[in-house]
């Protein structure tokens, strides 16, 4: 199994800034995911995290507001740009081997005010 | 792409009782399904899958279901206890490609004593 440490767990910020959340996998994975979790409401998928190029961003997503890195097999990194209080909401890296299950970061608790 | 539909939404039984969960999916080229408890602010854990070649898959209490042709599959929870109280989400993924999940929308179980 995979261990993912996500951090920051929660951050309270103010409108018009810019978050950063990171994401650490303990072996080296396939695939890396970001989702979005509304309160009380199913995981919404943002983008697939590709090693060494651009992100694919599901509909409704746009590099501008959630650009993504992943400079190598372990990790990545979800910003959240210019926010406003719809931002609001909990931020998932989930990680996945080639045919295996997939294993979900603790999660960030973002407030915007 | 693939869209997934859960019911029901709140699922309340007592305990001891069995519960049932159903999910439809849209997407043929889906053939992995797997099943996630989140507990309140816990990340989701897998709790059993099941791949588009077998129509039927157990785990001490807990089985998944498949019917392909229907392109809907179920999770059975025997003998419930207060601790299977949590939001239940089923998801579906091709293991082709980027092999994101899709998540249905939840079920909230709660397992009175």
């Known amino acids: 199994s995979a261990v993912i440490s996500q951090k920051p767990s929660r951050d309270i910020c103010q409108r018009g800034t810019s978050l950063t959340i990171q994401c650490q996998v303990d072996s080296q994975v396939t695939m890396m995911f970001w989702y979005r979790q509304q309160p009380g409401q199913s995981l919404t998928l943002i983008a697939t995290a590709n090693q060494g190029s651009e992100a694919t961003y599901e509909s409704g997503f746009v590099i501008d507001k959630f650009p993504i890195s992943r400079p190598n097999l372990t990790f990545s990194t979800l910003t959240v740009s210019n926010m406003s209080p719809e931002d609001s909401s909990i931020y998932l890296c989930?990680?996945?081997?080639?045919?295996?299950?997939?294993?979900f970061g603790q999660g960030t608790r973002l407030t915007v005010v | 792409g693939e869209n997934v539909e859960q019911h029901p939404s709140t699922l309340s039984v007592q305990e001891g009782d069995s519960a049932v969960i159903k999910c439809t999916y849209s997407?043929?080229?889906?053939?992995?399904f797997p099943w996630y408890k989140q507990e309140l602010g816990k990340r989701p854990q897998l709790i059993i899958d099941i791949r588009s070649n077998v129509g039927e898959k157990k785990d001490q209490r807990i089985a998944v279901t498949l019917n392909k042709t229907a392109k809907h599959f179920s999770l059975h929870i025997t003998e419930t206890q207060p601790e299977d109280s949590a939001v239940y989400f089923c998801a579906a993924s091709p293991n082709t490609g980027f092999q994101k999940l899709v998540f249905g929308t939840g079920t909230r179980l709660l397992v009175s004593p």
């Open positions: 989930s990680s996945r081997g080639l045919n295996t299950e997939a294993f």
């Open positions: 997407d043929s080229a889906s053939n992995y």
